[in-house]
């Protein structure tokens, strides 16, 4: 099984990486024609591809992309050890669709280590992290910068789209669950 999984990565990562804008005001317009909200992406990515640490959607050539890095063989392994995939889709497909990419530069493989190894301290996933930010701030989550540490503390800020169509950012602590609102 674990063999047959690795082929299956190996050849999902011929996909090409999903790199777009990352603007609240380039993405918040193409919700309306999203098919997958962002906590709906991370329920799938998560039942095919491990917990996910980061999430996102961007803003590629006029299309909405959600992209969610996830880690396949779980939050209990050591990064090394670790496939570190991004999960990315065209939002606008019926049904919606992930493809896999498994990291292999330095930029990524670096990125998604802090991620992981942050989300293997917290006592929450990010589906809960972004439940906790939207307590503060209601609205539709539309990213969840990336988790890293910063004042001494393990953050995750996630930008929200209030009714108003403005991004808010609650920065939400990965250890505790506290939140505020960012300046």
């Known amino acids: 099984m674990k063999t047959m999984f690795t082929v299956i990565f190996a050849l999902l990562s011929t996909c090409p990486t999903f790199a ?35 999430a996102k959607f961007e803003e590629s050539d006029g299309k909405l992309v959600l992209s969610v890095y996830t880690v396949p063989e779980g939050l209990g392994v050591e990064p090394e050890k670790a496939t570190l995939t991004e999960l990315g889709g065209d939002t606008s497909q019926r049904p919606f669709r992930f493809a896999a990419e498994v990291f292999q530069d330095k930029e990524h493989l670096t990125r998604a280590s802090v991620h992981m190894t942050l989300f293997q301290l917290s006592r929450f996933s990010l589906s809960q992290v972004i439940q906790r930010a939207l307590a503060r701030q ?15 503390r393990a953050v995750a800020d996630v930008v929200i789209a209030d009714g108003d169509g403005d991004a808010r950012t609650v920065s939400v602590d990965v250890l505790t669950g506290q939140t505020r609102l960012a300046q």
């Open 20 to 54: 777009g804008s990352h603007n609240p005001n380039d993405i918040i317009p193409l919700l309306k024609n999203s098919t997958i909200s962002l906590l709906d992406g991370i329920a799938l990515a998560e039942k095919t591809s491990g917990p996910a640490t980061s």
């Open 138 to 152: 209601p609205g539709t989550p539309i990213d969840v910068r990336n988790p890293m540490v910063s004042n001494h």
